[in-house]
């Protein structure tokens, strides 16, 4: 089964909430901004019922090259997760 595109993701919800596209997408748009700055600023977001962004730290750790099997250092560096909310997971098992 071949995941959801974006343009039918965009439809399906144009679709659903009759909404042009443009509006839809233009929403989409405003939640990520929004999302990509309450990261930065508090280290979290929550999207309702769906589940959270979390900023989080990786340590400097030792690696391996795949190709060639020398250790190589691995720096620190900050990541963000998506993390599911529980009522999605209980949905989806």
């Known amino acids: 089964m071949a995941k959801m595109s974006k343009a039918q993701s965009v439809a399906v919800l144009a679709d659903k ?3 042009s596209k443009k ?13 990509v700055k309450e990261v930065k600023k508090s280290g979290q977001f929550v999207v309702a019922d769906l589940g959270k962004l979390v900023k989080s730290h990786r340590k400097a750790r030792m690696g391996r090259n795949p190709a060639t099997g020398a250790a190589i250092k691995i720096a620190a560096k900050t990541v963000v997760k998506f993390r599911v909310s529980k009522p999605v997971k209980d949905s989806l098992l």
Do not use: I, K, W
């Open 23 to 35: 509006d839809v997408m233009g929403f989409l748009s405003a939640l990520h901004d929004l999302a």
């Open 17 to 19: 909430t009759g909404l």
